[in-house]
């Protein structure tokens, strides 16, 4: 109830806002003066790669409702899973994540110009006349398209997140009118450092001799030695982006840039909608493997800082930033690290609890099991309960599988999970501690109404509702189940608890019956036991008679 009050006092806060592109002319114009944000990018021209990620999407959605007249909003985009650029597009802007601009201003994907690109090919594989027009006309640049994948060769890490990254920069060098180009970078690429400044720290290596080297390095051999070469990084990506953010600074006599450095990007707080996701990358697939029943135990130190950040928050700041970076040119480069960890912290532990709480309340359809998470930072632990909510029952479900004729499934599903577990919990299982002057001073500087139309103040940030709504937003937007199902899945989640009382019990009387049949210590203890039962049974019964 909490959080459906909480989605109507959201959007009516935002309302008077979205509803600009049906006013008239002058109303929109007097609202224009109000958020210079969003006067700013009214009648400029701007350039988003990645586009149909996560982030892309959310970054499109909030620029085009916020300032409906931009000039054109060019995205680069690569034909995949055979599907054309125009197809694709075409599939996207039908997403519901563009319904509210959809509300607002029903032609929107005219502002959508798609450019046929892929990041990795020379020139971006952008065709001459194509790459023209950006020349002459783009004013704004937002580089979000990277690999975000851990397990990344690194060829192919280094190809799109550190060569394609340069190859836009020299793009970028070209374009005429171009007034700011704004990096999205992680806040992780420095993570082989505790405390993490607003600075470009040295790469590791030397970029040009490194994608040299790979370039002409047999590919096993590359994967042998990765490990070496990227050192005390956890991971392709993280290391991609740090040599990316030193190829970026590179470039600062040339053109305004600014680099933003988001943590873990999570579900929308507020807009386009509470809980908006649509990948599961990150906290969002360890979640609703909780809410199925199929996470029991996930290795977390329940007292380090979980930094996560909602994706509106992330692109507030982004939008907010390009203005800055092309109205004030600041004299240095700068780099926003986009973290709540030091503001409004909250801990891994925390988060098990209510995702928990939350879909016990609000359960997901079909759970496996009942939603339970053990969080512990504890290796051996964590492979006890691995080893016995995880895999026995995995085991045991796939048993049944093989005799009602199906096909066993459930050890692949743990296998795959254990993989991205092992691969996430370098980030669940320690802190980092990251400045955040920048983002605040840039704060300090907008207008009320700036503030409130691109609210980056992660203070207000309540986390429990936070979480709530996040669990419900992979229920909705990313399982695409409805709220009405919440009764027949509650009643689910009560079989499965009478089908594990059950179970437990008869578990128990057959370890007891082995117990009793071997030992006598066991046998002295059960008669002990069974005794005591009957003289208090006895001594209530005898109680119970004189009163009356
Ligand atoms: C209760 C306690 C809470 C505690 C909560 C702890 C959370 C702890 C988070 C830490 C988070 C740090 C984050 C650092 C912050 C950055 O800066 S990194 C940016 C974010 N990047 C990532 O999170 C990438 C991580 N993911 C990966 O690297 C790869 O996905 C993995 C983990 C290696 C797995 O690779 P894979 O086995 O090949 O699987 P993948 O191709 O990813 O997925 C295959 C399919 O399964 C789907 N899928 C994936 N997961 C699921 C799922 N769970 N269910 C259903 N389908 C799924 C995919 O959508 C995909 O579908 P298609 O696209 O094929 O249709
Ligand atoms: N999500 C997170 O938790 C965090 C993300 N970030 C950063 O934010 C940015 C956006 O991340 P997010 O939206 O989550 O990532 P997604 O994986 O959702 O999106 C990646 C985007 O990059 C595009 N892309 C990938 N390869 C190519 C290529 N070869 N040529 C052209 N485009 C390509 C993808 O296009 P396609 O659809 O064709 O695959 C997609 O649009 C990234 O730079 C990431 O490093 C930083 C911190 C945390």
């Not at 006092?9 to 609202?31: A, F, N, P, V, Y």
């Not at 492979?383 to 995995?394: D, E, G």
């Amino acid at each position: 109830m909490q959080v459906v009050n909480n989605h109507k006092r959201l959007d009516s806060s935002i309302l008077d806002h979205s509803t600009s592109c049906r006013k008239s002319g002058g109303q929109r114009e007097r609202e224009s003066t109000m958020s210079s944000i969003a006067a700013y990018y009214n009648g400029k021209t701007v350039l988003i790669t990645g586009a149909t990620g996560f982030m892309g999407k959310v970054l499109m959605e909030k620029l085009l409702r916020a300032s409906p007249n931009v000039e054109a909003v060019y995205i680069l985009v690569r034909p995949k899973a055979g599907q054309s650029m125009q197809e694709r597009v075409a599939n996207m802007v039908k997403s519901k994540v563009f319904d509210r601009v959809r509300e607002d201003c029903p032609n929107f994907q005219e502002k959508i110009k798609p450019i046929n690109a892929e990041l990795t090919q020379p020139n971006l594989a952008i065709s001459a006349k194509d790459s023209q027009e950006l020349l002459s006309r783009v004013n704004v640049v937002f580089h979000c398209a990277a690999t975000v994948r851990f397990d990344e060769p690194l060829k192919h890490a280094l190809l799109l997140n550190v060569m394609g990254t340069q190859q836009l920069l020299l793009l970028a060098r070209q374009m005429q009118k171009l007034e700011a180009f704004i990096h999205i970078s992680t806040a992780y690429a420095n993570c082989n450092r505790r405390n993490i400044d607003e600075v470009i720290y040295p790469p590791p290596v030397e970029t040009k001799k490194l994608c040299d080297l790979v370039e002409w390095l047999d590919e096993s051999i590359i994967q042998e030695i990765t490990p070496k070469l990227i050192g005390d990084w956890p991971n392709t990506y993280t290391y991609t982006k740090a040599l990316a953010e030193y190829l970026v600074q590179q470039e600062k006599e040339h053109f305004n840039i600014a680099i933003i450095r988001p943590s873990i990007v999570g579900a929308s707080w507020h807009e386009p909608f509470p809980g908006w996701i649509d990948n599961f990358n990150g906290p969002s697939g360890i979640i609703i493997a909780a809410g199925k029943g199929i996470l029991q135990t996930v290795k977390v130190n329940n007292d380090a800082v979980a930094d996560l950040i909602p994706v509106d928050v992330v692109i507030n700041l982004i939008l907010a930033a390009g203005w800055h970076t092309a109205v004030h040119r600041p004299k240095t480069m700068m780099v926003y690290n986009c973290t709540t960890g030091g503001i409004n912290p909250f801990c891994w532990g925390d988060i098990g609890y209510y995702v928990i709480s939350t879909f016990k309340r609000n359960p997901l359809e079909q759970a496996f099991r009942i939603p339970r998470a053990q969080t512990t930072s504890n290796h051996l632990i964590n492979q006890y309960w691995i080893a016995v909510s995880h895999k026995a029952p995995a085991m045991l479900y796939d048993f049944y599988l093989r005799l009602t004729g199906r096909k066993p499934r459930m050890m692949k599903i743990f296998n795959r999970l254990h993989k991205s577990m092992m691969l996430l919990e370098y980030f669940t299982c320690q802190s980092w501690e990251w400045s955040s002057e920048n983002m605040n001073m840039l704060m300090a500087q907008l207008s009320p109404e700036d503030r409130r139309l691109f609210n980056f103040d992660v203070r207000q940030l309540h986390w429990s509702e936070y979480i709530e709504n996040y669990c419900i937003g992979a229920k909705k937007y990313l399982l695409n189940e409805d709220m009405s199902g919440i009764p027949a899945a509650k009643q689910h989640l009560r079989k499965l608890r009478n089908i594990q009382y059950a179970f437990n019990t008869t578990l128990l009387v057959i370890i007891w019956r082995i117990f009793i049949a071997r030992s006598q210590m066991a046998r002295n203890i059960w008669y002990f036991v069974v005794s005591l039962c009957y003289k208090f049974l006895s001594y209530f019964r005898a109680s119970s008679t004189i009163r009356h």
